[in-house]
């Protein structure tokens, strides 16, 4: 199983952007989708996750009513639509994928397969 994600770009304060993860070698229906990031000098925090079926949900408070996560499984692409960006959202995101079916939480050992990651840098 391969995960790739995209979408990442220069973006002003303020703006939006939507990554994109695509999955291969496997059916995105049977994973838990997590998207996480890091900064440089920080480590890898969470943003958020979704079950394979959509119907529950998680994100980080720094997130929350900005960031929204989405899946399309006959696509085999999850996403992370990102709004009223904040300098601070710059870091690398990575998309990841978990087999326990119901876990949305943080813990980076509950995810199974990780992309390669995407950057995405806010402006002031």
């Known amino acids: 199983v391969q995960l790739q994600a995209s979408g990442g770009g220069l973006v002003q304060a303020g703006g939006s952007l939507r990554l994109n993860c695509t999955i291969s070698?496997?059916?995105?229906?049977?994973?838990?989708i997590g998207w996480f990031r890091q900064a440089p000098g920080k480590e890898r925090e969470f943003v958020a996750a979704l079950v394979w079926s959509g119907t529950m949900r998680n994100y980080a408070d720094s997130v929350k009513g900005r960031f929204s996560i989405s899946r399309d499984n006959a696509r085999n692409t999850a996403y992370l639509q990102m709004g009223s960006l904040k300098t601070e959202d710059t870091a690398t995101y990575y998309c990841?994928?978990?087999?326990?079916?119901?876990?949305?939480?943080?813990?980076?050992?509950?995810?199974?397969?990780w992309g390669q990651g995407t950057q995405v840098t806010v402006s002031s």
């Open positions: 990841a994928a978990g087999l326990e079916p119901y876990y949305t939480g943080p813990s980076e050992s509950k995810y199974d397969y």
């Open positions: 070698g496997g059916a995105l229906s049977t994973y838990t």
